[in-house]
């Protein structure tokens, strides 16, 4: 009996084939892996030495860079469906502030008070992207009021209340509450317990915590940026929802042509972005024990660029979540490399802002250079 051979594959000539390597060249994430490197490299020959990159060291910037990643993923997904919220920093006050007042001031129980702050914040987030889609207004100018309305807030409601803007005594209200450990806990004690018996990380050598490992845990702020970036980068890159995102910020009108509810994807990113603020408000208020009317200050924009050194188009309709999470990182080791480094503080700034320049020049470069834009 004969065999067959296999059909061979016919080849569209209408289809351009790319190479790999020029795929890779047009990643979103392709400014924020090379600004990544080019940081740690730059900080592994300046601060080596300095106890950057010791367990505890690692931990450090690693927390730091967390809380940016927690802003940066919603921000991220709101950037690519075309929109902005530059709300997020006095949402993070506002949320902080309430979780106090519901918590602290009126004694209600700490679960409650962070659920009714999270439905206050998503409720917030629903009305910003409902006032943009309802008046056509951009959701720069929609959002800028919310900003101040938000801070108004953060500063009159303490202030009626207890005459001051900062309110403590959270932790102690938390003592024993069930969720929120979610957001203030840390997990992992006895692994890392087991590294400082064998030597990895140092442990206390005298005083009650003789033998206990110097890290006593994982602070639940780096769970909870693992698991938000994970779950935006599945949702955009996985789902038809993703799909969406990207066609919301891409073309709304092709979009709305094509059956994509353009009105409810906005609305909903509004959400998500009011959300990822919120736990931010809550992992910070647990970790310090106090609300402050000044906590959040210009953390809209530093999520914003965040996301454009992760290769975002201010535009929409391109971007990744995985390279807003790199620009985040990016924040976190230059913010505290300089201090291990001796550099001067008010340098971070100036560091940031090569950094973004580069990335954006960077990615426009390469993106022209591929599809031959002008």
Not at 30 to 49: K, M, N, P, S, Y
Not at 88 to 116: C, K, N
Request: hydrophobic share 55%; aromatic share 12%; glycine share 12%.
């Amino acid at each position: 009996m004969t065999e067959t051979a296999p059909p061979t594959p016919v080849v569209d000539e209408r289809i351009k084939q790319t190479s790999k390597f020029r795929q890779a060249l047009i990643r979103p994430e392709l400014g924020g892996i090379c600004g990544t490197i080019i940081v740690f490299v730059f900080f592994f020959l300046t601060a080596f030495d300095s106890g950057m990159f010791t367990p505890q060291g690692v931990l450090n910037w690693t927390l730091v860079s967390a809380q940016f990643m927690i802003i940066a993923v919603g921000a991220c997904l709101l950037m690519i469906a075309g929109e902005f919220d530059l709300s997020v920093g006095s949402m993070i006050g506002f949320a902080g502030m309430m979780i106090a007042v519901f918590g602290v001031v009126l004694a209600w129980p700490m679960w409650i008070a962070i659920l009714i702050t999270f439905a206050i914040c998503l409720s917030i987030g629903a009305l910003n992207g409902a006032i943009v889609i309802r008046t056509g207004l951009p959701s720069f100018i929609v959002t800028l009021a919310f900003l101040f309305i938000l801070r108004g807030f953060t500063i009159f409601i303490p202030q009626t209340l207890e005459s001051k803007t900062i309110i403590g005594g959270i932790r102690d209200a938390a003592e024993g509450d069930w969720l929120a450990p979610v957001f203030g806990g840390k997990i992992g004690n006895g692994f890392f317990q087991w590294l400082g018996d064998i030597g990895v990380i140092e442990t206390f050598s005298r005083g009650n915590r003789a033998g206990e490992a110097v890290i006593d845990g994982l602070p639940m702020l780096v769970i909870w940026a693992l698991m938000l970036i994970a779950f935006g980068h599945i949702l955009l890159t996985r789902t038809r929802f993703g799909n969406w995102i990207f066609a919301a910020g891409g073309d709304a009108e092709a979009a709305r042509n094509s059956g994509v509810p353009v009105n409810k994807v906005k609305i909903l990113m509004f959400m998500f972005t009011a959300f990822c603020a919120c736990v931010f408000a809550t992992c910070q208020v647990m970790e310090f024990g106090s609300a402050g009317a000044d906590r959040g200050l210009l953390k809209e924009f530093e999520a914003i660029i965040a996301v454009v050194i992760g290769g975002a188009l201010l535009t929409g309709g391109y971007g990744s979540v995985i390279g807003a999470a790199l620009g985040a990182l990016i924040f976190g080791v230059v913010q505290q490399g300089l201090f291990f480094a001796g550099v001067e503080s008010s340098l971070f700034r100036v560091f940031l802002g090569v950094i973004l320049l580069g990335a954006v020049i960077l990615n426009t470069y390469i993106r022209r250079m591929i599809t031959g834009e002008r």
